[in-house]
């Protein structure tokens, strides 16, 4: 992997750097990985977005394979971050099943001083419509500090749901009232658009590792 298959936003000098990974389904460029590219962007975040290959290869005229083994994308993205030039602190993280993929690898590279945070994206905690079938058993071990942004109506963890999970004290979990897996309300109920959300996402995360320094 080179630098060439990297999306920047926010480019500068000694600025923190968040790495996001797309979703199952929607690669580096859709409209949401985009906007909140450009959202962190502008709170003077340096965000850097990758494809897993499977994601890239679609782009050569390749079959639309599913995602391969969980242990694969962890590599891929290992790799990602070894090819990525970062001058400033690291977190990483992504959407849905990106995120997923970097809460796994977390604790490996905090213990090793290699990235200072975990940033999750409406994060898969069970499979749509098996909420018997949890993703969180390493969640409640976490040590990497953690920011989790959901949707209260996610349907692959809502609000009511992930209360019941025993998740780790470094996991902070920040809830986008009436949000959908894309963080999306619905306008008649909430009073609030995509955007709204969005932009409380982003402010959210720009505080929040603020905080951490």
Known sequence: MSSLDFLIDGDGPDRTTVMLAHGAGAAMDSPFMARM???????????????????????SGGPKRPPPKIDVLQEEYRAAINAL???????????????????????????????????CLGYPFHPTGKPEKLRTEHLAALRTPTLICQGTRDPFGTREEVAGYG???????????DGDHDLKPRRRVSGLNHEDTLSSAAGTISDWIAGIG
């Open 37 to 59: 590219a450009e959202l962190l962007a502008a709170r003077g975040l340096r965000v850097a977005r990758f494809e897993f290959a499977y994601m890239a290869q679609r782009r």
């Open 85 to 119: 030039e970062c001058p400033g602190p690291l977190y990483i993280g992504g959407k849905s099943m990106g995120g997923r993929v970097a809460s796994l690898i977390a604790d490996e590279l905090f213990s090793a001083g290699a990235i200072s945070g975990l940033v």
């Open 167 to 177: 998740l780790s004290p470094a996991i902070t979990l920040h809830w986008l009232e």
